[in-house]
């Protein structure tokens, strides 16, 4: 098949630190990873317990709301303003002060930290991007299946998307502690620093031009995967390099994404095994 030209750390476990006390409505509040309340939050933040994403009440202008948002975003948390509605479904009725966190699991790495992971196995890389995936319970089911297939590493962009929350760890069923997952501001700048490493990008897509088992994936290569409800964002699309698709025989116009990652994932194995 031609192809067009063009230019070309693992942190500690989530530990509860002393004296930082997790409220939550949950039966296993570290199990859920919530964290509620200004002080609480404000704790963890100074134990260095990674935090994923803060939610703060929408409108609220105090002072301290502000140097702890300020606080979280230089660890790489992402901070989200939102409705109290939803902070009091988060809390499970516990109060709350108008913030919720979430902790992760892990920290984030880099792009260069996946690449070097390929390297060391000395095999073309394989990485998996989730555009805006939000179900935690998909993410953590694509980051399992992407372990299990060998790929180097998952790619998630940093808002509108699912974390590597205590949720996503349980779904991966460990997985999620033995791939790295890479937190980026920009997806297509990802995407551009994966081409200029040599990697090819194949968006999954129903208007692909090719199916997968058509499509040449030996290479070293980034399988994207949609959203649930929107599939790949424009842009996204835009920059992949092929659109594949999966052939749909029944009524139903799409899968599941961890299924379609899946199926995605077990073609590469396939082709780069040489099985038939």
């Not at 069923?173 to 890479?182: D, F, I, R, T, W």
């Not at 980026?184 to 040599?198: D, R, S, Y």
């Amino acid at each position: 098949m031609d192809k067009r030209d063009r230019g070309r750390g693992r942190a500690p476990r989530h530990v509860k630190p002393e004296g930082l006390e997790i409220q939550t409505g949950y039966q296993d509040p570290l199990e859920e990873g919530v964290i509620l309340g200004r002080n609480a939050v404000m704790e963890a933040l100074d134990a260095g317990v990674p935090i994923d994403k803060i939610f703060i009440a929408k409108g609220d202008v105090d002072a301290s709301l502000g140097h702890m948002a300020s606080r979280a975003r230089g660890t790489g948390a992402v901070v989200v303003e939102t409705d109290r509605r939803k902070l009091d479904h988060m809390s499970k009725g516990q109060t709350h002060q108008g913030v919720v966190a979430l902790a992760s699991v892990k920290a984030y790495c880099e792009i260069t930290d996946i690449l070097a992971l390929a390297q060391e196995r000395g095999e073309p890389p394989l990485v998996v991007i989730c555009d805006e995936l939000s179900d935690p319970h998909n993410l953590g089911a694509i980051i399992r299946t992407a372990e299990a297939a060998g790929a180097h590493g998952i790619i998630i962009p940093k808002r509108r998307s699912a974390g590597i929350t205590p949720i996503v760890q349980k779904t991966s069923a460990g997985a999620v502690n033995h791939l790295p997952v890479c937190r980026v501001p920009n997806l297509t700048a990802a995407i551009k620093e994966l081409q200029q490493a040599g990697l090819w990008i194949y968006g999954a897509a129903m208007e692909g031009e090719r199916t997968l088992w058509e499509t040449d994936v030996t290479g070293p290569a980034a399988l994207v995967i949609g959203s649930e409800g929107e599939g790949l964002g424009r842009l996204v699309a835009e920059h992949c390099d092929f659109l594949v698709n999966i052939p749909m025989l029944g009524k139903v116009s799409s899968l599941n994404a961890s299924v379609s990652a899946g199926l995605l994932l077990y073609e590469v194995v396939r082709q780069r095994t040489g099985n038939k």
